[in-house]
């Protein structure tokens, strides 16, 4: 694998170093089909299962501001949180993100991440999309709430010597979050340790997605049960990265989406139990 350089850092103790465990959510992708269907016994059932925090993606931005405060009713009523959303570039330009604020702020959520930067084909599309960050960052502060960005495949895909995830690192502020899918960082062959130590205090929650090599396994593994480097690689988002909770995320598997989901986290509890 190729990737960025190591470097230290010096930061506050993590919970690991604390002898406490961070909170494990789920990204409701992973329970989509459930979640169409019915919204309310999916969050309940997610609860049951021993998760601790959600993170909504696109469809929440949808919402009335009235059904977001049924939904965090629903939620406070389940002890889980919501501290992140998943959107389109729309939701972090202009009156896009002032719909965003008002929803997240109901929902109790602190960052807005990016999950789709839209078009881009160059890098002048790509500084592009760092002002946007740039700008939403600015605004989210003295709201103590951040913008985030989430990677693909594409964002650790180098192509004619450019590769979109390390510039937009340098071309955002610190407080902007990486928020880092792993599994698509595996596939393209990045390393995924390097990027963590490469970009200390900014990897505030990452996507725990595992991947495999070969055409069977894919992202159709469970978590802890493809080719990632977890128990390390945990360890450096907390250690190094500023990890704030995790979230588990499944793009199918040979199991129902909400068995899925509840296997991934007995994996997880296996490789760090809750303190």
């Not at 992973?30 to 309940?44: F, N, P, Q, W």
């Not at 939620?75 to 729309?90: A, Q």
Request: hydrophobic share 40%; with cysteine.
């Amino acid at each position: 694998m190729s990737g960025a350089a190591v470097i230290g850092s010096a930061l506050p103790a993590s919970a690991l170093e604390r002898g406490k465990s961070l909170p494990v959510g789920l990204e409701l992708y992973s329970v989509r089909d459930e979640l169409a269907k019915d919204l309310i016994g999916t969050v309940r059932a997610v609860a049951k299962m021993g998760y601790e925090v959600v993170e909504f993606y696109s469809p929440y931005y949808q919402w009335t501001p009235e059904y977001a405060r049924d939904v965090r009713k629903l939620l406070d009523e389940v002890n889980l949180k919501c501290l992140s959303t998943h959107n389109g570039r729309n939701a972090l330009e202009a009156d896009g993100l002032k719909k965003s604020i008002e929803l997240n702020q109901i929902l109790g959520s602190k960052t807005i991440v990016m999950a789709s930067a839209g078009k881009t084909q160059n890098r002048d599309d790509w500084k592009r999309v760092a002002d946007i960050l740039s700008s939403a960052s600015e605004t989210l502060k003295p709201l103590k709430m951040r913008a985030g960005y989430h990677n693909h495949q594409l964002e650790f895909t180098e192509k004619e010597g450019f590769r979109p995830m390390p510039f937009l690192a340098a071309n955002t502020p610190k407080d902007v979050t990486l928020q880092f899918d792993v599994g698509t960082c595996m596939e393209v062959g990045y390393d995924p340790l390097a990027w963590i130590k490469a970009n200390p205090g900014r990897i505030r929650s990452l996507h725990l997605k595992d991947w495999g090599a070969g055409a069977a396994r894919g992202y159709k593994v469970l978590f802890n049960e493809g080719d990632t480097p977890w128990k390390d690689l945990l360890d450096a988002a907390e250690r190094v990265g500023g990890a704030e909770y995790f979230l588990i995320e499944q793009e199918g598997s040979r199991f129902s989406s909400l068995e899925t989901a509840e296997k991934c986290l007995a994996n997880f509890r296996k490789l760090r139990p809750k303190a």
